[in-house]
Nanobody
Framework: QVQLVESGGGLVQPGGSLRLSCAAS????????MAWYRQPPGKQRELVAS???????NYADSVKGRFTISRDNAKNTVYLQMNSLKPEDTAVYYC??????WGQGTQVTVSS
């Protein structure tokens, strides 16, 4: 059974930065695509960024140039570096492994 535990969320002012982490249990972490999703208040969950097992990354247009996804296979961890944060980035951020496994989410609030 895979477990994903996110951390690093919080309250930040517009223009600030946060770094989210997602630690995964279980084996074969390096074989899976890893992704970050977010769900703003009252809206549907959406893909933010993904990183394939080979390192190829993909980003939503709304975060390109501001967010960076990375993975450390030795630590079974995926990261999301978020810079130049905007109020519209406020959401619960979720980590996903492969097609089935989700973390519990971490709240990110961007507000002055």
């Amino acid at each position: 059974q895979v477990q994903l535990v996110e951390s690093g969320g919080g309250l930040v002012q517009p223009g600030g930065s946060l770094r989210l982490s997602c630690a995964a249990s279980g084996s074969r972490f390096s074989a899976y695509i890893m992704a970050w999703y977010r769900q703003p208040p009252g809206k549907q969950r959406e893909l933010v960024a993904s990183v394939a097992s080979g390192g190829i990354t993909n980003y939503a247009d709304s975060v390109k140039g501001r967010f960076t996804i990375s993975r450390d296979n030795a630590k079974n961890t995926v990261y999301l570096q978020m810079n130049s944060l905007k109020p519209e980035d406020t959401a619960v951020y979720y980590c996903k492994q492969g097609n089935f496994y989700w973390g519990q989410g971490t709240q990110v609030t961007v507000s002055s």
